[in-house]
Structures are given as structure tokens and as C-alpha cells.
């Protein structure tokens, strides 16, 4: 997608392909890096949540790592379970709610208050209408905003605020934690468009198909 090219996700496999092949050898389970991430997500709650957003921003990243490598793992060790990817569905839910329940508390009686909450419920209605559209048998993967992208620009930008901040008080002063509330904004924004974008094919789908059967 426009928000994270190939080339960045295709540079992620390159530098994480040593980590998974060593869970390989050891036979790290999938179930391991779950709970790993929740673990983080809990430390990255409780970062955001006192400000720290360089160590929240590198738990998000990690937190996420977690996630898609014990997809992968999950395949190569012939793990793959219907309970399994219900398991990691769940995983997802917890851990991204943890991430925005330390931003709400962060930005509490802020007007970023609701934006962050904006992008929580996005966030959680793509998700949704991902897998409600697939129990009713339609495909809508769609969107530019997706999950991954969201872990790259919350962690991303959290990480690089604060150096953000540094160099651009040269020429606008600006707080420690503006490119990460610029971040979370553009998030809100687009995830919210994603949404919108999943609903509307749902729906059209779903008109079709209903129009279909009453011939």
C-alpha cells in the first residue's frame, strides 16, 4: 500500500529471517510469541502512558514483530489451526487496545484525547468488518491502513519524536511528542477511511448477492 511500500516490508523479512530461523531451531512455539506480546503491550501501555514514547514506540514494534512472526512460525512447523488463528485474532485485539488505552491515558483532557479514540474504534471496526465479511463469505482485504501499517507509523513515529523535535526547534519549536500525535492523527484519518472503504464493498456485495437470489 502507499503507506508501507514493499520494499519496507521486504527489508523487515530480511532483517527478522535470523530471529525466525533461530525460534526454528529451538522450537519456539507460535503460543510463545503471543504471550510475548502481550507482554510488551502491557510495557508499551504503561510507557505511553507516563510519556515515555521511545521505549512504548520500540514495545509497539516489537509487540507487532511478535505478531507476524508467529504466523510464519505457525507455518513452517506445520502448526496452523483454526483455534490457533482464532487464539492470534484475539491476541491482535488485546494488544492494540493496550497500546491506545496508554495513549487515552496520556493525552487525557487533551483535544488528542478523541482523536486517539478515533483511531482505536477504526482501528477495531476494520478489523471487524474483516471478519464479519469473511464468516458471510466475502474477501475485503482492502485498505491502505491496515494492521501493519499501523504498527510501522505508531511505533515508528513514536521512536523517532523525540529527535524529531530536536531537529525541527531550529526552526518551529515544537513538543516531544509531535511527529507521534501527527502519526496517531494520520491514522485516525486514514483508518477510518479504510473502514469506510471495507463497508461500502461489504455492502455492495452483500446487495448484490441478496438481489442475485431473488431472481
Sequence with gaps: ???????????????????????????????????ASIVFSLLVCMGYSFGWFVPAGYGVLLAGSCDMLDGRLARKQNLTSLSGAFLDSNLDRWTESLWYLG?????ANTPLFYIVFIAFVSSFMVSYAKGRAEGLGIHAKVGIMQRTERIVWLGAASVLSP????????????????????AITIIAVITSYTYYERYKIITRDLNRRQNETQR
Design 103 to 107: 495513549l487515552l491515558n496520556y493525552y
Design 1 to 35: 500500500s502507499i503507506m508501507l511500500n514493499r520494499a519496507s516490508k521486504e527489508w523487515w523479512l530480511w532483517i527478522t529471517a535470523p530471529v525466525e530461523r533461530y525460534f526454528l531451531r529451538r522450537q519456539i512455539r507460535p503460543a510463545t510469541l503471543g504471550r
Design 163 to 182: 529527535l524529531f523535535s530536536r531537529l525541527t526547534n531550529y526552526l518551529v519549536p515544537v513538543s516531544a511528542t509531535f511527529l507521534a500525535s501527527l
